[in-house]
């Protein structure tokens, strides 16, 4: 079920959208963008990405994924190099 809904999502957004359409689209972005930032810049620090875990609504995630951005994010890091 989860697999299902995985490569559901990953379909949904290999054309690129200019806006996601649901919140799980949005959950999907900001994780693997965190991640990506992280893998990025330090990879031992990988773990940080499980936080996402404890959040309990869409502002907290927000919350954790601006520190992810603030403390690993650089100018040369690209979005668009995913």
Do not use: H
């Amino acid at each position: 079920m989860e697999d299902e809904k995985y490569n559901k999502i990953k379909t949904e957004l290999e054309g690129r959208p200019k806006q996601l359409i649901n919140l799980e689209q949005w959950l999907y972005v900001v994780i693997n963008t965190a991640k990506s930032i992280i893998d990025n810049t330090s990879k031992n620090d990988l773990d940080i990405v499980k936080k996402f875990a404890n959040c309990n609504n869409t502002s907290q995630i927000q919350y954790e994924f601006d520190i992810i951005q603030g403390k690993f994010g650089r100018e040369s890091f690209s979005i668009l190099s995913l």
